[in-house]
């Protein structure tokens, strides 16, 4: 933090509302002036939204369906709506604005009961309904299938039917609102002043209605709701709630379509003009979807249920592929991280890496795209440095929060920089290793200046900043033995093993470019740091890694999951490495769902917190990465077969973010975290992260080789099949069988220059 150069944070932040939206016009987005005669004509509505009701979010749990696609994703509750002033998160949403506060359905005034539900792509759902009795209709006679999907805008179809023993006429009513809230504000935030919203404006030709707010910044967002000409007209339409009169013959139905639009300042996320249904809609997602994954590794395995999991991993991945200004990029998890993190981004791209090469390259360029240029307090931005979390709603949009985006991580650098590394050694594209050289060189060189004191810590630069930098960023997720908050600045373990690996795989893609003075440099940095720290973090009393050093040095002595990333790097001697990695399957860290974020023994553990005794997909596929290469592949399988059966256990084959850290013996199933977020991107790419350790690949797609070191199987899972591994320009078919402990690897098919050497 440069001290001596501070500025107060109200110039600071005066700076940044000039720079943001002077990037922001300049972007070509239409602006429209409270004074202009493009101005729509929407009236202002003085009324507070829900009597006036303060935003606030309920930390408690509570079921959701979720779907995405591109810059939306909608939240609804377990009964298929958006319940009005809802303090959960339900909503229909874009680039961190929700667009639909409100969504109820109701027949004669009456809320239909769901009776089933499907989502399993995760663009599109069905949901189906039937009435209650009312005054004019029997209970059970009449249902309503809802049919969802989301393209470049939601369309629904609604398809309702009669079963009565006569024909019936009944009203269909659709409520619906929007506070066009920040997804900062969903979550907890309010604000001394917000933008206008305006009086629901319906259409002339009864056919349509819209909702408006207009910002802070003078941006107008809109949400557009349309029927198709073959739909009724409203019957009325008053205060949000628009109403439809239906006539049903008896075992007749009728279908209904919807589309809902957003627009910010009159841009519409949309890319076809085209006028597109419900089903041209779905036909047209379904087919990006599947055109997405014929670029993919396709897997096999002998394991139904396996393939199951593998199939929702991928389909949550694909949806949460998120579109920026400056590339496509990986939203980190839904609800509360629909925005692209440069941590979540990269270590999702090396879980996939194998499976997904496009995945790893597009995330290696968004994230550059986004490299820090300059210094800058307020965005804890400074040169070369990669980025948090960017957030594109109007609070970042003005600046009242510095996530346009924000930098203040770290460990993003150092993961970019292996990924960068891992990618060149899979794909062999020497065109992007060359291109972003000097992007690679600008974080090296901000890397240099972050370890100036002999390791990479962080400090929170700016009040709007985060306490906490590395993975575990809430507040209290680094303390002391005895509870004791650590104080900043701060070394955590896994950074500085990040940081060995990102030296010592850069300086391999630096010998590819003839760079063998660059090379040599940082091969000689990775070895002066290994040393430093191994003598600085471990803990003889302990025969393990400290989480971190504080301020004045001293070894944050808490037993925590973080050395278990630093097994793969190579930064500890196998004696060492060996200690630790049995540490970690101790039942003080290692429980029957995984391991543990933090040990039970421990004075700040909480099974129920977010990091300090919960347990993460990730944490643990990453940690079997170094169990794998200290040899201990007896126990990758456990923690595989463990998060195997969490996600056998799930609804919908999924593994969340995080669930709480208690162990079979104290519950059957594992315990939902309260607001994790379901899909979260590196939880999606856990399972694959593991059955890349298993099969356990080296590719140098430059001297087109690829090794295939001791593949070893769980006896569970016993046969792997890949169609179309790619090593530089060549690919393969692949078949691993385990048997009786023994395993073999095949070569079914090979195109291309590529000598495969299987060590078994």
Not at 30 to 45: G, L, M, N, Q
Not at 696 to 721: H, K, Q, Y
Request: hydrophobic share 40%.
């Amino acid at each position: 933090m440069l001290c001596s150069e501070q500025i107060s944070q109200q110039e600071i932040h005066r700076q940044h509302v000039v720079i943001v939206r002077e990037s922001y016009e300049m972007s070509g987005t239409k602006r429209v002036s409270a004074d202009t005669d493009e101005e729509p004509p929407y009236e202002i509505d003085s009324r507070p939204l829900c009597q006036g009701m303060r935003f606030v979010l309920t930390d408690a749990a509570h079921p959701r369906k979720v779907l995405k696609h591109g810059s939306h994703f909608l939240v609804l509750d377990s009964a298929g709506m958006i319940p009005a002033c809802n303090t959960l998160g339900y909503g229909y949403y874009r680039d961190d604005t929700r667009y639909i506060s409100q969504w109820e359905m109701a027949l004669d005034d009456a809320p239909v009961s769901l009776l089933s539900s499907r989502i399993e792509d995760g663009f599109s759902a069905t949901l189906f309904y039937t009435n209650p009795q009312t005054a004019n209709l029997q209970q059970q006679r009449i249902t309503l299938l809802r049919e969802l999907v989301l393209g470049d805008a939601l369309y629904e179809r609604i398809t309702l039917e009669n079963f009565h023993s006569e024909e019936v006429e009944f009203d269909l009513a659709i409520s619906l609102q929007s506070d066009f809230a920040d997804m900062f504000e969903v979550r907890g935030l309010n604000l001394s002043q917000r933008g206008e919203r305006m009086v629901p404006l319906s259409g002339r030709d009864g056919r349509s209605l819209s909702l408006a707010y207009k910002g802070l910044d003078g941006l107008l967002q809109e949400t557009l709701i349309s029927l198709d000409a073959t739909s009724a007209k409203f019957a009325s339409l008053q205060d949000g709630k628009f109403t439809i009169r239906l006539n049903l013959p008896v075992r007749q139905s009728r279908s209904i379509s919807l589309k809902v639009l957003t627009r910010l300042n009159g841009k519409a996320a949309i890319v076809s003009h085209d006028e597109v249904d419900y089903a041209s809609a779905l036909k047209q997602a379904t087919s990006k979807y599947l055109s997405w994954c014929n670029s993919l590794v396709d897997v096999q395995t002998c394991q139904e249920l396996f393939d199951v999991s593998l199939s929702r991993s991928l389909k949550d991945v694909y949806i949460l592929r998120q579109p920026t200004p400056h590339g496509i990029g990986l939203a980190a998890g839904i609800p509360w991280y629909c925005a692209v993190f440069g941590r979540d981004s990269a270590i999702t791209a090396m879980q996939m890496l194998p499976f997904a090469p496009e995945l790893a390259r597009e995330t290696i360029e968004v994230l550059a795209a986004y490299q820090g240029q300059k210094d800058d307090l307020y965005k804890a931005e400074h040169p070369g440095r990669i980025m948090h979390e960017l957030r594109l709603g109007e609070l970042a949009r003005r600046a009242e929060i510095p996530h346009s985006p924000y930098y203040g991580t770290v460990d993003a650098t150092q993961l970019w920089l292996i990924l960068y590394a891992q990618y060149i050694c899979w794909s062999g594209d020497m065109e992007l290793a060359k291109r972003l050289w000097p992007a690679v060189q600008l974080a090296l060189d901000w890397l240099d200046r972050a370890c100036i004191s002999g390791y990479i810590t962080y400090q929170r630069e700016s009040p709007h900043g985060l306490e906490n930098q590395g993975w575990k960023d809430s507040g209290d997720s680094v303390m002391h033995r005895d509870g004791r908050l650590a104080n900043p600045p701060i070394a955590l373990c896994e950074a500085q093993a990040y940081l060995y690996q990102a030296w010592q795989e850069v300086a391999n893609v630096a010998v590819m470019l003839g760079q063998s003075d660059m090379a040599d440099s940082l091969m000689e940095k990775a070895n002066s740091l290994k040393a430093r720290f191994q003598r600085d973090f471990w803990m003889s009393d302990e025969s393990y890694l400290a989480l971190a050093l504080d301020r004045d040095g001293s070894q944050v002595e808490t037993i925590s999951s973080n050395p278990g990333h630093c097994l793969v790097s190579g930064i500890l001697d196998e004696e060492k490495a060996e200690l630790v990695a049995a540490r970690l399957m101790k039942p003080e860290l290692h429980t029957s769902w995984g391991i543990r974020t933090l040990s039970s023994a421990a004075a700040a553990f909480n099974p129920i917190s977010y990091h300090n005794g919960s347990i993460w997909p990730h944490d643990n596929s990453m940690i079997t990465e170094g169990l794998r290469k200290v040899g201990r592949i007896g126990d990758v399988h456990s923690i595989m077969r463990e998060l195997f059966e969490v996600m056998l256990l799930q609804p919908d084959f999924r593994l969340p973010e995080l669930f709480c850290g208690f162990d079979k013996v104290d519950a059957a199933a594992p315990i939902n975290y309260p607001v994790s977020c379901s899909p979260q991107a590196w939880a999606a790419g856990s399972i694959f992260q593991l059955l890349k350790v298993c099969l356990n690949f080296e590719p140098d797609a430059m001297r087109g080789v690829l090794r295939v070191r001791e593949p070893a199987l769980p006896d569970w899972l016993n046969t792997v099949s890949l169609t179309g591994l790619r090593v530089g320009s060549a690919s393969l078919d692949l078949k691993v069988t385990s048997l009786g402990g023994s395993t073999s690897c095949q070569i079914l098919r090979k195109e291309g220059n590529l000598r495969v050497i299987i060590e078994c």
